[in-house]
């Protein structure tokens, strides 16, 4: 070993004890080294992995970096069953647990980013972002009266389950992406809508939208419609479809349609839409009036069929507390664990 890259290998050893010390001291230090054979670079020891504060608590990402910094405001899992702040870009790290309360959860903020779910088992929940985007993280909303989740930018409820057993069920944005998500109301209407500030797309790929006993499933937007190998089941209401303007695509395929009609049908709207794909069970239709014409053969499963077949079942209201595995196993879905 030459001298210089003898003292290359004491300075980079230096250095790393420089490092080690300094994690345990609870900063952050960065060392620089320059060597004529080695070159130039540096060692940046981290002062701490955790990103969240420090405890079990949500706060406000203010400078909106994706992490807790020192001086940011935090919040207990009460300060959240009623939060009304609209500058907020509230985080809700998984350390958290289950935001669960025996009354009604009403958070506003300006953005919200959840790693945990939200829980009441006799009132509502209601999530809005009013100044940007709305992120469930594939968790669940689920709530004994509404279940509403909303944003003025994108909502993004994918792998999450948002439940409302007594009353309605939505997803509301500029822009909704619900993939592989559960939306159900029990006893109510379900409603996914991306009309926020102009609107946009929405997307419900491989997701269960379901008005068990209730009302009509209604699915809105001003982009194109995906709602490929979906199961869509309102059995005792009606399944519409509104893009807004002419010019959209209507993507259905492998989508199961199940409605209170005998031939399952989605009924779509305005005159101009255009249907991609065959449903695998029920079929689409432009409403009479506004697009006219019969259900495209092309746009109908071969064989169509129900879900649940002819025979619906007879209501049966859930008792409170709300037992939610129970409700999950009627459904048919599974319930995603924080």
Not at 13 to 37: K, P, S
Not at 47 to 58: L, V
Not at 274 to 302: E, H, I, Y
Not at 305 to 334: H, K, V, Y
């Amino acid at each position: 070993m030459t001298p210089s890259r003898f003292w290359a290998f004491v300075l980079v050893i230096g250095v790393a004890l420089v490092a080690a010390a300094t994690l345990a001291g609870g900063a952050t230090t960065q060392a620089a080294f320059v060597d004529d054979e080695l070159g130039d670079g540096s060692v940046t020891a981290a002062a701490s992995f955790d990103r969240g504060p420090p405890g079990p608590r949500a706060y406000d990402d203010a400078n909106g970096n994706g992490q807790w910094d020192q001086g940011e405001t935090t919040y207990t899992e009460s300060d959240l069953y009623s939060f009304d702040d609209s500058s907020a870009n509230l985080v809700v790290p998984s350390d958290v647990g289950t935001v669960n309360n025996s009354g009604s959860i009403d958070i506003t903020a300006g953005s919200l980013t959840a790693e945990t779910s939200f829980q009441s088992d006799s009132g509502s929940v209601s999530l809005s972002a009013t100044d940007g985007d709305a992120d469930l993280g594939g968790q669940n909303v689920l709530a004994a009266g509404r279940a509403d989740v909303s944003a003025t930018g994108t909502a993004t409820v994918d792998g999450a389950a948002v439940i409302g057993v007594f009353g309605d069920s939505s997803v509301t944005g500029k822009s909704v992406s619900a993939r592989n998500a559960n939306v159900v109301s029990y006893f109510g209407t379900t409603t996914l809508s991306a009309r926020e500030r102009g609107g946009g797309p929405l997307d419900a790929t491989n997701a269960t939208l379901q008005s068990r006993y209730g009302g009509d499933i209604v699915l809105e937007s001003s982009g194109d419609m995906r709602l490929e190998n979906a199961e869509i089941q309102a059995p005792y209401g009606d399944i519409t479809a509104d893009l807004q303007r002419g010019g959209r695509t209507l993507f259905v395929d492998g989508a199961s349609i199940d409605d209170a009609d005998a031939d399952n049908t989605l009924v779509y709207t305005p005159r101009g839409t255009t249907v991609d794909g065959t449903p695998a069970a029920g079929s689409v239709s432009a409403r009479s009036g506004r697009g006219g014409g019969r259900p495209n053969t092309t746009n109908q499963a071969g064989t169509p069929g129900s879900t649940w077949g002819s025979d619906r079942p007879s209501p049966e209201r859930p008792e409170r507390p709300i037992n939610w595995e129970a409700i999950a196993g009627e459904l048919g879905i599974s319930l995603s664990s924080d």
